[in-house]
């Protein structure tokens, strides 16, 4: 099976960059900071506060959201080190963050942007984090913010004209229960990869924060507005191929590395993982509710997270029409999207057993 291209959001600062295009999800962190505080604060023990502290992003992409997170981040243990010692955290403690994505993501944009009068040390941490991407206990809290929906491939004969598997709606939204099957065991096998990886390098105590949107239990994605913006993406790509403009084999052969998976899901998959306690399974309401329902918007949004992996498969020419045709089909979808089952923006606390 062919290597799934890696999912990299749209890089620089240009009108249509993820830099440009991620306020949806940075009004999640700020919606959660209070709880992420309050939990910082309850959880994470005071011995692990010392002169030098580590914090991780996994999946940083190339900003800002990463730096509004690790921020929060850093705010809240201060804050807990003043209360209960009495100390100038200023004076005692000493912040590491390492920032981590694939490869290929845009660093340099990440550092060029690095905000000004910040109080910590900051290093590159490139690989994928479905692997071992640092030292074992060597990072106090780790955070993954809207990266905890991805799968490292694709599922075997997903993409397959000849399998039964052969999901021809590309993006898992109005899949059959095999299809669906097919994809939450990808989904739950990394998932214990990478949460193994987490908890080698964590300090036993240490916590991960995991902000990011799931189903509602009983709930199909096709049912949700993001569901929805899927569909608008695969129906795009129908077009084109019926216009000639791509092959429909190319078409036929797509398909995504997500996989959103319902509440009831995540909980058994973190349990069963063994590694971590669920200290907190929070439920944020978003200040600007499931999605902007702007169909300009929401294709900009789609094309800075899209983007890149669209165009690895199709190649750059297509890049631009597809995304004109999502606009329209959004539009024409929008009493589809007003009416839309509400999924769960989340914020998910885990500590490292001892």
């Known amino acids: 099976m062919a290597t799934t291209p890696k999912w990299i959001m749209v ?33 994470l023990s005071l011995d692990l506060i010392s002169d030098r502290f580590s914090v991780a992003d996994f999946g940083c992409a190339s900003g800002p959201n990463t730096f509004v997170a690790v921020q929060n981040i850093i705010d809240a243990v201060e804050d807990k ?13 000493e912040f590491q963050v390492l920032f981590n994505d694939f490869t290929t993501n845009d660093f340099n944009t990440l550092f060029q942007s690095l905000p000004a009068g910040r109080r910590y040390y900051s290093s590159g941490v490139p690989g994928s984090f479905f692997q071992r991407v640092l030292p074992k206990e060597s990072f106090h809290i780790g955070v993954i913010n809207y990266a905890f929906h991805f799968t490292s491939k694709i599922p075997k004969g997903i993409t397959d004209r000849d399998s039964p598997l052969w999901n021809r709606d590309k993006h898992c939204t109005g899949f059959n229960e095999a299809v669906k099957k097919a994809y939450l065991d990808q989904y739950s096998a990394d998932t214990k990869i990478l949460l193994d990886a987490r908890a080698d390098e964590l300090v ?4 991960m924060l995991l902000f990011g949107s799931c189903l509602r239990d009983g709930v199909k994605m096709s049912e949700t507005s993001k ?23 190319k078409v036929d052969s797509f398909s995504t590395p997500l996989y959103f998976a319902e509440e009831g899901e995540l909980k058994q998959i973190i349990e069963e993982n063994g590694r971590f306690t669920i200290e907190a399974f929070e439920d944020i309401i978003h200040a600007k509710g499931e999605f902007t329902l702007d169909p300009k918007v929401l294709a900009v949004s789609c094309r800075a997270s899209f ?25 024409q979808d929008l009493p589809r999207l007003l009416n839309a089952k509400p999924g769960m923006q989340y914020l998910i606390v885990l500590r490292k057993k001892n």
């Open 11 to 43: 890089g620089g600062e240009g009108p249509e960059s993820y830099n440009q295009n991620s306020s949806y999800q940075r009004a999640l962190l700020e919606a959660a900071k209070e709880k992420m505080s309050k939990a910082i604060s309850a959880k």
């Open 81 to 93: 080190y003043r209360k209960e010692t009495g100390q100038n955290p200023v004076e005692d403690i």
């Open 204 to 207: 036993p105590g240490g916590l």
């Open 227 to 249: 569901g929805i913006v899927l569909d608008a993406v695969g129906a795009s790509l129908n077009d084109l191929a019926q216009q000639g403009v791509i092959e429909q084999d």
């Open 307 to 331: 983007g890149t992996f669209l165009s690895q498969h199709f190649g750059e020419q297509v890049f631009t029409k597809v995304f004109d045709l999502i606009e329209a089909k959004l539009s």
